[in-house]
């Protein structure tokens, strides 16, 4: 038997501005509305030759949550 869980997630859609291109790191640093910063690693590379510094595109994105119990060994 698995121990009991809990699992949750959310998918959100958001314009956000590209703020630095790294592309022999594939990474690319963008800017969310709320104003906070994170670097993320694209999930198709080809894309950051797309666009540039400055420019808003649409992210989609899910967020996560899973919850595992196990007894403690003692």
């Keep these: 038997d698995l121990p009991p869980g809990i699992k949750a997630g959310t998918v959100s859609r958001t314009i956000v501005t590209i703020e630095d ?4 790191a594939e990474m690319v640093t963008i800017k969310l509305p709320e ?15 797309r666009v540039k510094v400055g420019d808003q595109v649409a992210v989609i994105y ?3 949550l899973a919850v595992q119990i196990q007894h403690a060994k003692g």
Excluded: D, T
């Excluded at 291109?21 to 022999?24: A, V």
């Excluded at 104003?35 to 030759?49: D, F, H, T």
């Design 21 to 24: 291109i790294n592309l022999e």
């Design 35 to 49: 104003g906070n910063s994170i670097a993320i690693k694209a999930r198709v590379p080809e894309n950051l030759k």
């Design 62 to 64: 899910s967020e996560a």
